[in-house]
């Protein structure tokens, strides 16, 4: 099977062409393929795909390291794009509408390795995220082992929930992030975002996402932290997010437009995976 090894700022992905053959890989062979000593080493797995919506020009599929599905990947998007427009099947600074499994986004390649996303609004209503909850609230307390934590809720096409932290250094987080993602009131899991308010324009953040763990970076977390802090007033429309892995931009005006990621999207190398 032929692949591409990509990264968007360490969030690693392998990228399986699927447009002209069926992509059939169960769970136990995408966990083969995403074992870093066994297989080709990824955080998630991607396939691109002829479009299942006519208003699309392809479709992208999400599996985590453990084989599970994802509905959303931020930095996995931007390698799509980047994929495509080094196929020769995007052009620069052309937007272009490509369906991932939670719907459509429209991506626009401003230079080779450099993307723009529009991500979708940001979805705050419990039912919708999934989150165990009545009524959408800024704040929720939910019961862990050690005490009571307060978190914010989003859906970004995939669960998120938003921790904000003095110090990412905190030895605790490291006990929190795997409680918090598969806390009970979140259904589907979560990824747990953990995010440092330096100031009004900029944030550090650590992510431990469902499926794979912590991650370098994690692109719908950003964009999670950016849309739950500007709805607390607590940032600016535009923000520049630190992850471990390297730098996004995340532009969002408020409730009742749609979010904005920019950032790089990096070849590392080709393959044929005999697994």
């Known amino acids: 099977m032929r692949f591409s090894k990509m990264h968007g700022i360490g969030n690693d992905f392998v990228l399986v062409d699927a447009r002209r053959a069926r992509f059939a890989l169960d769970p136990a062979r995408i966990r083969a393929l995403a074992d870093r000593h066994t297989g080709i080493g990824c955080d998630q797995l991607l396939s691109v795909e002829m479009p299942r919506d006519p208003a699309c020009a392809y479709y992208y599929g999400i599996w985590n390291a453990d084989g599970t599905p994802s509905g959303q990947c931020g930095n996995g998007v931007r390698c799509v794009a980047a994929w495509l427009h080094r196929a020769g099947a995007l052009a620069l600074d052309v937007p272009v509408r490509i369906e991932s499994p939670s719907g459509p986004v429209t991506v626009r390649v401003l230079a080779p390795g450099q993307v723009t996303v529009d991500m979708g609004a940001p979805v705050f209503e419990p039912a919708r995220i999934p989150l165990a909850a009545e009524t959408a609230a800024d704040r929720y307390a939910l019961d862990l082992d050690h005490g009571t ?45 953990f995010v440092q308010v330096l100031d009004r324009g900029h944030l550090r953040l650590r992510v431990h996402e469902r499926g794979s763990g912590w991650t370098l970076a994690c692109g719908t977390g950003a964009c999670a932290a950016m849309a739950v802090l500007r709805r607390r007033g607590a940032v600016e429309a535009r923000v520049q997010v630190d992850l471990p892995g390297g730098r996004l931009q995340i532009d969002w005006p408020g409730p009742g437009h749609t979010l904005w990621m920019t950032g790089p999207a990096a070849f590392v190398f080709d393959g044929d995976w005999l697994g």
């Open 149 to 193: 934590l307060d978190v914010g809720a989003v859906s970004m096409g995939n669960p998120h929930a938003v921790v904000v932290v003095d110090e990412l250094a905190d030895p605790a987080l490291e006990r929190l992030g795997p409680q918090l993602t598969a806390h009970p009131r979140f259904p589907q899991g979560a990824n747990a975002g």
